[in-house]
């Protein structure tokens, strides 16, 4: 059995039918986890730095700013392609 940690990112998080953006990171073996000496803390310190790998991590309002119209821009350069 595997875990594979996803991350969405919602263009207007109240909107119908926003646009998403979904990340997915490498799947955890959890057959693997089971043969370490502490399974739990072993498996939730995997999970935390594999969402930590696909979660948008922003310093300041400014920089989220900067993100949306990034995304605005090539959102709507997709949309013509």
Do not use: N, W
């Not at 875990?3 to 979904?22: A, D, F, N």
């Not at 939730?44 to 821009?73: G, K, N, R, S």
């Amino acid at each position: 059995m595997t875990i594979v940690p996803r991350s969405i990112h919602y263009e207007c998080k109240g909107g119908i039918r926003s646009r998403v953006l979904m990340q997915v990171g490498q799947p955890i073996a959890l057959d693997t986890m089971m043969t370490r000496h502490a399974p739990v803390y072993a498996l939730t310190a995997d999970i935390h730095a594999q969402l930590h790998a696909v979660t948008l991590h922003l310093d300041d309002e400014t920089e989220a700013d900067e993100v949306l119209e990034f995304a605005t821009v090539l959102a709507a350069v997709s949309d013509v392609i």
